[in-house]
């Protein structure tokens, strides 16, 4: 299948917004949270067998989480990115795992940086951290500088110290 | 079976006999290629302008300023550096308008107050000089006899440990100096602690420091125990190390250069002659905050439980739990996290132009792969075109860059096996590969090359007869390693068909890179999506069919071949010209302080142990919104290694382990 015709797939069966990079390798869809799954199964049948990544970005002015995948076709030699927007105050999406085997793992690190849950993955357990007990850690919300300066005892200022003698 | 694959091993290993040493001496009289090192600052106090610039692009703090008066009333304007947070970068000597604060090659930084390496203005517009103590005298037998044989524990805590590697191999040769690398905590006297230190990592050390027995040292190499360094702000790595545990010795850096270590064992020696018997002992676990989890230990009659280091000669800061039938593993889950720092939002907190500096340190062992794809994915972004110059440099970079890991990974590899010959005499090549990377880009492991729309300096003139010269050397020891090591019938006997990796899991389970190409994928992101100058250079992809340890093993060595020939038509084919481009096409020149334009990218690059990808989102700020740091050795290790282990022998764990070349601070992040 050419890449036009991927496209136009995507954008026919799931209403994707498509936008592609200046190289013409990555291309980059914006999907519903509804067919998710159902565009990770098409592209999984149409060749994309890598799975590179599943990730989050935390959009906090907007409320809203971004979880994406990226995944690699070896022979339209195409990266596709596709993301999904959710809620922020309970964030859960289906599982990518019964798809591609490495996913789960990917999502067990979303899980425990970001806080969202996938239903069907039997991974969900700390990855990284152990006996972790604050917020997620890479959510926006979280200031790591402040939790450093009170965990610790250092205060960092913003701007170089300077001393009047 | 031939003969000749087992006599040519000792033939070869006869010829070492009459040749000149690889051993560099120490002191240093003058080593090779340091006059570029990036060490040291120097002052000039009358060139100062009160820009205060350099502490505004300072990454990590270190740099204070002082209004000071004078006997006459005067008002002076001074600025110090804090070595115990400096991460060498530059980037206050590049902005400096100066040039009042300019770096020196001095690399010796060691003290034992970590007070002490805070440089106020004067100690810091003093002309450095090294006065090294005589380790001749001694005072009694007892503490001769102890400063002679000092056991270092192996425990690869966080990246500075890459400069003792040097010292084990022939380049820098510890046993000089008595020093021997021991597993076992209870038989050993030097805690040596390799960087940043996190939660999870800090409740074991406490654990070993425990188990040693008295009189214990502990050395601690690197700025991040110290004062948090280049992580000061990360939530997983502990800050000051000595609240903890006792520290005898500070050693500066980041990482501290091999001299610099060689420094801090000469003075540990010669203190340790003169009574010195460390600090008083304590351990502080903060109300049980550090210490480690208490596990009831499941008796099972048919199985048994193995923990497979974090503390293991043969695994680095990486813990896996491997359930054993008799001598066959049944079942192994990793077990990860000892070097989560959490880099991908720690990017978030610095500018586009201060990530240079950090973002190399991802993975201590391949880092000019990390400075590409970082820039390569911010240039799409802001629109920056790179000059051919530019891109050709990279380019000799990131292949130099690989050629040191793989021959790092072969050593391991060699080691785990067995061949502790083959470690030794990789590791000291190595040096040679870095000594060039230094002469290049002023920075012997991470170079900080590379800046968005180019490099940050042009190689010396006589750069291209350096390159040379140790290129044609390294294609003279491939044939050394060839007779000592894939020839070697031993060696194929122990490593043929064993931790097969078939195409289709390969493919499925996204292994990448030479774990990849072993198993027969014919893929490579240099020829597949060229980036860099890499479409005009003329290479093979090197790609075998079996799978095993041995063709990964084989392939590597093949890629560094590949890698020299790479190097040499690149210098030959690089153009002349500017090496940086500042003006972006979607407006604004890109300096220390600007913002790029909104937009996402993903770029991605063939680093050593296989496909990198980073995909950034910017929102138009001064700083990146999100990175994501998609990092070769997260699939390869967290899910295809227990699937290769199942039913091995428990002796090929290391082994199929170190094949895959695994990098513990790349999927940790």
């Known amino acids: 299948m050419e890449i036009e015709n991927l496209l136009k797939n995507l954008v026919e069966h799931f209403n994707a917004k498509i936008s592609i990079g200046k190289d013409r390798n990555f291309v980059l869809a914006k999907v519903d949270k509804s067919s998710y ?94 006996d972790w007990k604050g917020p997620p850690p890479f959510r926006k919300d979280f200031d790591w500088r402040e939790y450093v300066a009170k965990e610790y005892g250092l205060k960092y200022p913003p701007v170089p110290k300077t001393v009047y003698q | 079976m031939k003969i000749s694959n087992i006599l040519k ?10 040749e000149k040493p690889l051993t560099f ?365 530019a891109k050709y440099l990279r380019v000799i970079q990131a292949e130099l860059s690989r050629i040191q890991s793989h021959l790092l990974n072969l050593g391991l590899l060699a080691s785990s096996a067995g061949f502790d010959t083959i470690t030794r005499i990789t590791w000291g090549d190595r040096d040679k590969i870095l000594y060039l990377l230094e002469y290049m880009s002023r920075g012997r492991v991470y170079q900080i090359y590379n800046i968005p729309g180019g490099v940050r300096y042009d190689v010396p003139l006589d750069f291209v007869d350096k390159a040379f010269e140790v290129v044609k050397y390294m294609e003279k020891r491939l044939k050394i390693y060839d007779d000592l090591l894939f020839n070697n019938q031993v060696f194929i006997d122990r490593t043929k068909n064993i931790g097969k990796l078939p195409k289709e899991m390969a493919i499925e389970l996204d292994v990448t890179g030479p774990n990849m190409r072993a198993s027969g994928i014919d893929f490579d992101v240099r020829r597949n999506i060229p980036y860099e100058a890499y479409k005009d250079l003329d290479f093979k992809v090197q790609v075998l069919q079996d799978g095993d340890v041995y063709s990964r093993a084989l392939c590597r060595r093949r890629e560094i071949e590949e890698s020299l020939h790479i190097i040499k038509q690149a210098i030959d084919k690089m153009p002349k010209g500017p090496i940086a481009e500042r003006k972006m096409s979607r407006g604004g020149y890109f300096s220390f302080m600007s913002s790029i334009p909104a937009g996402e990218a993903i770029h991605c690059v063939e680093s050593a142990r296989g496909e990198l990808c980073f995909h950034i989102v910017s929102t138009g700020g001064v700083k990146p919104y999100r990175v994501k740091i998609r990092g070769p050795t997260f699939d390869t290790i967290l899910v295809a290694l227990p699937k290769l282990l199942k039913g091995v022998q428990v002796a090929d764990v290391p082994v199929i382990y170190w094949s895959l070349d695994n990098c513990p601070a790349d999927h940790d992040r």
């Not at chain 1, 990544?53 to 409320?63: F, G, M």
């Open chain 1, 37 to 130: 799954v159902n565009v990770a199964e098409f592209l999984f049948k149409e060749g994309f067998r890598r799975l590179l990544t599943v990730s989050a970005i935390d959009w906090l002015s907007r409320n809203v989480i971004e979880i994406y995948f990226i995944t690699y076709n070896h022979v339209m030699n195409v990266y596709v990115k596709v993301s999904t927007e959710i809620s922020r105050d309970s964030p859960e999406i289906p599982s990518l795992s019964s798809i591609w085997e490495n996913a789960a793992m990917h999502e067990r690190e979303v899980w425990e940086l970001f806080g969202v849950s996938f239903i069907g993955n039997k991974m969900l357990k700390p990855l990284f951290l152990e």
């Open chain 2, 9 to 18: 091993p000792f033939k070869t290993v006869g010829k070492f006999l009459v």
């Open chain 2, 25 to 389: 001496h120490f002191p240093p009289e003058s080593p090779v290629f340091t006059e570029r090192f990036r060490g040291r600052h120097i002052y000039h106090p009358e060139l100062c302008i009160e820009c205060k610039l350099c502490g505004t692009v300072c990454p990590n703090n270190a740099i204070d300023f002082l209004f000071e008066k004078d006997e006459k009333g005067l008002v002076h304007f001074r600025t110090q550096v804090d070595y115990a947070k400096c991460c060498f970068c530059g980037l206050c000597e590049d902005i400096c308008p100066t040039k009042a604060l300019e770096m020196t090659n001095f690399p010796f930084l060691v003290a034992m107050d970590k007070k002490e390496l805070y440089y106020g203005w004067k100690k810091l517009s003093e002309k450095p000089s090294l006065t090294l103590p005589s380790i001749k005298e001694k005072k009694g037998l007892i503490p001769w006899a102890r400063a002679r044989s000092f056991w270092v524990i192996n425990y690869f805590t966080g990246c500075c440990f890459i400069e003792a590697v040097p010292w084990v191999a022939s380049s820098f040769d510890m046993e000089r100096f008595g020093l021997l690398a021991t597993a076992s905590p209870r038989h050993s006297d030097v805690l040596l602690i390799g960087g940043y230190v996190t939660t999870k990592t800090l409740k074991r050390i406490i654990r070993i420091y425990s188990q040693m027995p008295k009189p214990k040292f502990v050395l601690v190499l690197g700025n991040c125990p110290m004062t948090g360094g280049t992580y000061w702000d990360s939530y997983n790595t502990i800050k000051e190390l000595d609240k903890y545990i006792p520290v005898d010795l500070w050693i500066a850096g980041c990482p501290p250069r091999v001299e610099n270590v060689g420094y801090a064992v000469v003075l540990a020696i010669w203190a340790v002659q003169h009574g010195y018997t460390g600090k008083e002992e304590y351990v502080n676990i903060e109300h049980g905050k550090y210490a480690l989890p208490y596990v009831v230990p499941k008796i099972d009659r048919d199985y048994n439980i193995v923990e497979f280091g974090p503390q293991h000669p043969a695994s680095g800061n990486f813990n896996m739990f491997l359930k054993l039938k008799g001598e066959r593993v049944v079942e192994a889950t990793p077990n990860v996290g000892y070097l989560h720092r959490g880099f991908e939002k720690l990017m978030e907190y610095r500018t586009w132009y201060q990530n240079i500096m950090i973002v190399q340190r991802v993975c201590v062992l391949d880092g000019a792969s990390y400075e590409l794809a970082y820039v390569g994915a911010a240039e799409k972004i802001a629109g920056l075109e790179v000059p051919e110059r």
